[in-house]
């Protein structure tokens, strides 16, 4: 079982800049893609970034040139860089890791979320 365990929300205004970080509980995590979604009031969970094992990048349109996502497996840490906040990007923001096991076979683990407010 993995756990993932976010930090990093709060309440900010808007242009303001948020860092959020996930640590991994699992000694799979540089050979897991891991990743950011967002769930805000009312709407579906929508994806915000991943970051593969090689640390390709992909973001949502709606974040490009806002948001940056890295990785540090030394510290089986993911994080989420979050410049230039608007109210749109209010929501919680959950950690996401699809981690493999001994025989390889992939299976998606999800963080409880960090809340996060844009304030106009």
């Keep these: 079982q993995v756990q993932l365990v976010e930090s990093g929300g709060g309440l900010v205004q808007t242009g303001g800049s948020l860092t959020l970080s996930c ?3 699992s000694g799979s995590f540089s050979r897991s893609v891991m990743g950011w ?3 805000a009031p009312g709407k ?3 994806l915000v970034a991943t970051v593969s ?3 390709s990048t992909k973001y949502t349109d709606f974040v490009k040139g806002r948001f940056t996502i890295s990785r540090d497996n030394a510290k ?3 994080y989420l860089q979050m410049n230039s906040l608007i109210p ?3 929501g919680v923001y959950l ?3 699809n981690v493999p096991d001994w025989l390889g ?4 683990y999800w963080g409880q979320g960090t809340q996060v407010t844009v304030s106009s």
């Design 53 to 55: 094992t090689d640390r």
């Design 23 to 25: 640590a991994a509980s």
């Design 76 to 78: 089986n840490t993911v």
């Design 95 to 97: 950690c996401y890791a």
């Design 44 to 46: 579906q969970r929508e």
């Design 105 to 108: 076979t992939r299976r998606d």
């Design 37 to 39: 979604y967002r769930q």
């Design 88 to 90: 749109e990007d209010t």
